[in-house]
């Protein structure tokens, strides 16, 4: 019922920026949140970021200060503004949206296919 798709990700610079975006159809969210993980090649997925639906946002540590996160509930789609990438944030990055609001995979119900961010010299 719910589909998500995500954009945006490519070939970048190290400090170069790219924006992610992930769009929500088949339903609306009122409540809950949406967030973004990633997953490098051998590694577990990983917490990146989340929005609520009321605004709020949180940020793993390893990318505050360098992503933002936005969104548009009116269109379904969140937004993720990464600024000074660094080669190790380069992995598949999935959006992901759930009715709670968390930091943890388990909470979310609905998942992209993810999109590939490469930050390469």
């Known amino acids: 019922q719910v589909q998500l798709v995500e954009s945006g990700g490519g070939l970048v610079q190290p400090g170069g920026s790219l924006r992610l975006s992930c769009a929500a159809s088949g339903r609306t969210f009122s409540r809950g949140a949406m967030g973004w993980f990633r997953q490098a090649p051998g590694k577990e997925r990983e917490f990146v970021a989340r929005?609520?639906?009321?605004?709020?946002?949180y940020y793993a540590d390893a990318v505050k200060g360098r992503f933002t996160l936005s969104r548009d509930n009116a269109k379904n789609t969140m937004y993720l503004q990464m600024n000074s990438l660094k080669p190790e944030d380069t992995a598949v990055y999935y959006c992901?949206?759930?009715?709670?609001?968390?930091?943890?995979?388990?909470?979310?119900?609905?998942w992209g296919q993810g999109t590939q961010v490469t930050v390469s010299s």
């Open positions: 992901a949206a759930g009715d709670v609001v968390s930091a943890y995979s388990e909470a979310y119900d609905y």
């Open positions: 929005i609520s639906w009321s605004g709020g946002r």
